[in-house]
Each structure stands twice: as structure tokens, then as C-alpha cells.
């Protein structure tokens, strides 16, 4: 494949990838978090972390990051605690109902996309699909 078509690749996975996201976006809930506020709430679910681990992890400032932990903790979702071995820092981790939200949010995203898999594609087409995806994660993981 010559560079223009690579480019043109590129350029039309990542509008389709934004499509995608978008629609599920729009699948969630009434009153779905921001996209930050549920990507915090997806790192937190893999394990408590401070707000500088969090804000490197998202490559954003930690004056950002905190901002949105204040927010998602008004809002009852996380939690922080003092951090186990350094006084000067708290921890930030799910709470009960943070894991509910997460596990909806995740669930009708989820539901909206096999829902649309079985009613638009064909089984031949589902299995291009699901090779098409082994391919994104060689993609990813390099």
C-alpha cells in the first residue's frame, strides 16, 4: 500500500473509531459522565491511585485530574484515603456506587454495540469484523 493510501486509512479508521465512540457515548444512561470523569472512574476500577498517578496516566495536569476527582467525589462515585506508606498523599478509589455506574455505563455501551453487530452485519461479515479486530490490537500493542 503507497503512503496516500495508508494515510487515507488512517484517517478514515480514526473518524470511524470517533463515530463509534460517539454513538456509544450516546447509548449510556441519562446523565452519563464526562468522558474524563469515565476514564478516571476505569482506572480506578483496575485499582486505588493517587491524582498524580491518574493525571500521568491521562497525560493531563494534575490541577485537571483533580478537578475531576473532585467532582466524581461530590458526586459519591470515588473515595479517597490517606495512601499507605506516604503521609503526604491521599489515594482515590471507587466506591459502591462508582462501581454500579461504571458497570451501566459499560453494560449499555456494550449492549448497544452487539445489539447493532447482529442487526447489521451478516454472519460473514461479523467474522471479517472480528478479524479486523485482532488486527487493531497487533495495532495497539505495537
Request: hydrophobic share 40%; no cysteine; aromatic share 2%.
Amino acid at each position: 500500500m503507497d503512503t496516500p493510501d495508508r494515510s487515507r486509512s488512517a484517517e478514515e479508521l480514526m473518524a470511524v473509531v470517533s463515530q463509534l465512540n460517539r454513538r456509544m457515548r450516546a447509548a449510556s444512561p441519562e446523565g452519563a459522565l464526562t468522558p474524563s470523569q469515565r476514564i478516571v472512574l476505569g482506572r480506578l476500577h483496575d485499582g486505588p491511585a493517587t491524582t498524580a498517578a491518574l493525571a500521568r496516566a491521562e497525560h493531563v495536569r494534575p490541577q485537571s485530574m483533580r478537578v475531576t476527582l473532585g467532582v466524581l467525589e461530590e458526586s459519591g462515585l470515588v473515595e479517597r484515603s490517606p495512601h499507605p506508606t506516604d503521609g503526604r498523599q491521599v489515594v482515590f478509589s471507587l466506591t459502591e456506587a462508582g462501581r454500579r455506574r461504571l458497570g451501566a455505563l459499560r453494560q449499555a455501551k456494550e449492549t448497544w454495540l452487539a445489539d447493532a453487530i447482529a442487526a447489521r452485519l451478516d454472519a460473514e461479515e461479523q467474522r471479517v469484523l472480528a478479524h479486523a479486530i485482532e488486527l487493531m490490537k497487533r495495532l495497539v500493542r505495537s
